[in-house]
Nanobody, 124 residues
Framework: QVQLVESGGGLVQAGGSLRLSCAASGRTFSNYAMGWFRQAPGKEREFVATINWNGGIAYYADSVKGRFTISRDNAKNTVYLQMNTLKPEDTAVYYC?????????????????WGQGTQVTVSS
């Protein structure tokens, strides 16, 4: 069993930066691919970024490519999402997620574990 707890959300002006953290419990964290999804009001949850088990491979949604960076520290059981040049359309609840496989994927159905989410609000 893996439990995920996000932190780092908040209110920021357009053009600003935030770093989200996701602390995972469970001894097998380092074996799992991890990801970030987000859900804006009135919209479906969407893929943001994913990273494989050792941090060597990462994929991003086109909407955040070049602005967001996903990374992980397996020694700390933590995955991060560095968000730069934030836009109002990035406003959403951001969810950390993990799958019981090592390969990164953007498919939501492949993820088994989900955090409670952290709110990110970008003002214009």
């Amino acid at each position: 069993q893996v439990q995920l707890v996000e932190s780092g959300g908040g209110l920021v002006q357009a053009g600003g930066s935030l770093r989200l953290s996701c602390a995972a419990s469970g001894r097998t964290f380092s074996n799992y691919a991890m990801g970030w999804f987000r859900q804006a009001p009135g919209k479906e949850r969407e893929f943001v970024a994913t990273i494989n088990w050792n941090g060597g491979i990462a994929y991003y949604a086109d909407s955040v490519k070049g602005r967001f960076t996903i990374s992980r520290d397996n020694a700390k059981n933590t995955v991060y999402l560095q968000m730069n040049t934030l836009k109002p359309e990035d406003t959403a609840v951001y969810y950390c997620t993990g799958r019981t496989a090592s390969r990164a994927t953007s498919l939501e159905a492949e993820y088994r574990y989900w955090g409670q989410g952290t709110q990110v609000t970008v003002s214009s």
